[in-house]
């Protein structure tokens, strides 16, 4: 069974900085896709940023420049670095993994609250 754990999420003031984790476990062949993905109080969820195995990177225009995602393939975990926070960055942030394990499915860890506020 895959499962997708998170942590790193807290309450920060603007302009200040967090760091996501977020470590895929179980029977994993490959992992083509990690990303993060936000949903704020009222508002669907979005795309934050995602990066392929390769390392080829995409943003949501509005964290570019501000927010840094990566990963370590060797331990199937994805990573985002959050820099200069506004409060409209406030928002549950969820781990997503296109995986192959046995067959090509997605998942999503449980969600870590983001809170920017001074």
């Known amino acids: 069974q895959v499962q997708l754990v998170e942590s790193g999420g807290g309450l920060v003031q603007p302009g200040g900085s967090l760091r996501l984790s977020c470590a895929a476990s179980?029977?994993?062949?490959?992992?083509?896709?990690m990303g993060w993905y936000r949903q704020a109080p009222g508002k669907e969820r979005e795309l934050v940023a995602i990066i392929g195995s390769g390392g080829r990177t995409t943003y949501t225009d509005s964290v570019k420049g501000r927010f840094t995602i990566s990963r370590d393939n060797a331990k199937n975990t994805v990573y985002l670095q959050m820099d200069s926070l506004k409060p409209e960055d406030t928002a549950v942030y969820y781990c997503?993994?296109?995986?192959?394990?046995?067959?090509?499915?997605?998942?999503w860890g449980q969600g870590t609250q983001v809170t920017v506020s001074s």
């Open positions: 179980g029977s994993i062949f490959s992992i083509p896709v």
């Open positions: 997503y993994a296109d995986i192959f394990s046995g067959s090509r499915l997605n998942y």
